[in-house]
């Protein structure tokens, strides 16, 4: 085949990672797979080398490839997979995202399981064209007699600490504009490897955003060997009566930071935690729910607030929950500007922000 041909040169970018306590978490979580089923202690990085682990064990069509892939990926990710699985199927290519993109639609429209890695989503632009006009529009503009399905894009995404504007970035929205990909963001290590998982294997080309801040502070039970948990529903982290709070990936911890304090500084109020976990398309019927019985709504993520999928959920719940609500939905989001530097802990929506968002709505009175 074509692709046992294509291993590019190996080329580096800097390896950083972000260092430190991870954000206090008392909530159950709710376990997506089965009480019975063994687990195992690990990183949210390690969780995503076990789910590409299982992905080409199970598979002998898949391949996985990137900038540094070969020898692991700049965060590690796919270390020791080339040596398992072999040079044919777990390879490099050329620094060229527009290159890795539209190689990866030509290996999935003739069958095979794609699993392409952007080593950063700040640099899947020049990847766009490819993914938003080819891999999101193959089935429709033949008439479903060619698709691009089992093709994943896989990319560190969101603030790090010290990434600046070219390594901090959050593009979700843009692709959620476009029909016909599903977008897709873990919170915890093992949201990681069951959505993933879950992610290679769907019908559908799937933009895979990895929260690179909490790749190593986040740390869990995962459970070993195979399992997926559904794309398209979100989950509830921890019941409330008195707000709704929305959000994904790294900002899940913000906002259960942001309970904890407003829990204990707002006496009498409860909120709701809902992770979203798949962006596109996104569980309406989950968060409408829960809006018809809190009477109130934020949405929170580190994308900027103009345009960003807040509005969005915003609007929808605007739309069906009018009656419902008993305060204006609040959005606690980055700025519209350019990712800083220096500025990065101004720019970010933290848990001050959110619990501001909380105090404002709970004591709404028109």
Known sequence: MAFNKFIGTQVGRQNFQRTGTMLSNNFQRTRMFSEAQQTEKMTLVGAINSALDVALETDPHSCLFGEDVAFGGVFRAAVGLREKYGPERVFNTPLCEQGIAGFAIGLAANGVTSIAEIQFADYIFP???????????????????????????????????????????SPEAYFCHTPGLKVVVPSSPAEAKGLLLASIRDANPVIFLEPKWIYRSSVGEVPIGDFEIPLGKARIVKPGTSVTLVGWGAQMLVLEKAIEYAEKNLPGVSVELIDLRTLSPWDQETVINSVQKTGKLIVSHEAPVTGGLGAEISAKVMEKCFLSLEAPIERVCGYDTPFPGALEPVYVPSYLKVFDAIKKVVEYDI
């Open 127 to 169: 990847a766009f064209d490819q993914i938003v006009n080819e891999a999101a529009k193959l089935r429709y503009r033949s008439g479903g007699t060619y698709n691009c399905g089992k093709l994943v894009f896989r990319a560190p995404y969101g603030a790090v600490g010290h990434g600046g504007h070219y390594h901090s970035q």
